[in-house]
Nanobody
Framework: VQLVESGGGWVQTGGSLRLSCVTS??????????ISWWRQVPGQKREAVSCFVTSDEEKNYARSMNGRVTLSSDNAKNTVYLDMERLTPWDTAVYYCAARRGRCTWWDDEYDYWGKGTQVTVSA
């Protein structure tokens, strides 16, 4: 299983970004997996952002995101998307996607597969 994130970059406060997590090694529509998004600022703990369950397309969002993120998927492209809006400098971080078999959890050590991350920088 491999995960590759993309879509990060620089954006001004109030802007939006769409992050992509392309998966390989399994078909999104054929496995019961949880694909989650996390973010991390250097020197700080990894923070959960959202989680998507492939079997029933259940979507879970961390309360800290205050409704500013939306998950979607494209099974044909084996991709899970994270749309972020009303970004602030506090959202600056490296964003990772991760996968595990089974339902979503907010414990990062329960995810078996991780991408290398994509940097999001929000300027004031």
């Amino acid at each position: 299983v491999q995960l590759v994130e993309s879509g990060g970059g620089w954006v001004q406060t109030g802007g939006s970004l769409r992050l992509s997590c392309v998966t390989s090694g399994f078909r999104l529509g054929n496995w019961s997996l949880s694909i989650s998004w996390w973010r991390q600022v250097p020197g700080q703990k990894r923070e959960a952002v959202s989680c998507f369950v492939t079997s029933d397309e259940e979507k879970n969002y961390a309360r800290s995101m205050n409704g500013r993120v939306t998950l979607s998927s494209d099974n044909a492209k084996n991709t899970v998307y994270l749309d972020m809006e009303r970004l602030t400098p506090w959202d600056t971080a490296v964003y990772y996607c991760a996968a595990r078999r089974g339902r979503c959890t907010w414990w990062d050590d329960e995810y078996d597969y991780w991408g290398k991350g994509t940097q999001v920088t929000v300027s004031a």
